[in-house]
T-cell receptor, first 111, second 115 residues
């Protein structure tokens, strides 16, 4: 079993919909949780970074961490065609530990 | 602006040949990483370096090597290319942090095909 599980999709939704992307993990030592966005034929770029449990909001994006359930989510409100990309979750125990990556979910926003 | 570049962007080679992929960053970051990305596997760590002369094996290091002679560059060498090494390769860099997890900045990737 992988340390981080992420449904590869694709997930296709109409423009304006609320999108929910999720990852589950098995290692309770993870404390830092990240979401990266990767456009086609580009490198990943950091979208959201959270520490421990709770929510973090940045514009249309909300990252949520539930450490008791070992479950993290990324919500996108008012989704736009420009949000079409692959979203990868990543997590770490902290400095001097490697990032552990999910497989990525391909998201398609239909105009 | 600081950036991380990779070359070549596309490469086709034959089985058994030695191939070197270049990675150059102008962030002045201590940490550099090489990943490969394949469908269904996400990003898998090949090698990483925490500074000049420092190199470490990652999850899928067999058949690959790196060397770090300066801060800016971490070339990745495939000693004898195999078809299983057909993939997209990403280089990343990050600044060392005392607390928390480092934020990695990625290059644009190199698409390697081994025939």
């Amino acid at each position: 079993q992988k340390e981080v599980e992420q449904d590869p999709g694709p997930l296709s939704v109409p423009e304006g919909a609320i999108v929910s992307l999720n990852c589950t993990y098995s290692n309770s030592a993870f404390q830092y949780f990240m979401w990266y966005r990767q456009y086609s034929r580009k490198g990943p770029e950091l979208l959201m970074y959270t520490y421990s449990s709770g929510n973090k909001e940045d514009g249309r994006f909300t990252a949520q961490v539930d450490k008791s359930s070992k479950y993290i989510s990324l919500f996108i409100r008012d989704s736009q065609p420009s949000d079409s990309a692959t979203y990868l979750c990543a997590m770490s125990r902290g400095s001097n530990y490697q990032l552990i990556w999910g497989a990525g979910t391909k998201l398609i926003i239909k105009p | 602006d600081a950036e991380i570049t990779q070359s070549p962007r596309h490469k086709i080679t034959e089985t058994g040949r030695q191939v070197t992929l270049a990675c150059h960053q102008t962030w002045n970051h201590n940490n550099m990483f090489w990943y490969r990305q394949d469908l269904g596997h996400g990003l898998r760590l090949i090698h990483y370096s925490y500074g000049v002369q420092d190199t470490n094996k990652g999850e899928v290091s067999d058949g690959y090597s790196v060397s770090r002679s300066n801060t800016e560059d971490l070339p990745l060498t495939l000693e004898s290319a195999a078809s299983s090494q057909t993939s997209v390769y990403f280089c990343a860099s990050s600044e060392s942090v005392a607390m928390g997890a480092d934020t990695q900045y990625f290059g644009p990737g190199t698409r390697l095909t081994v025939l």
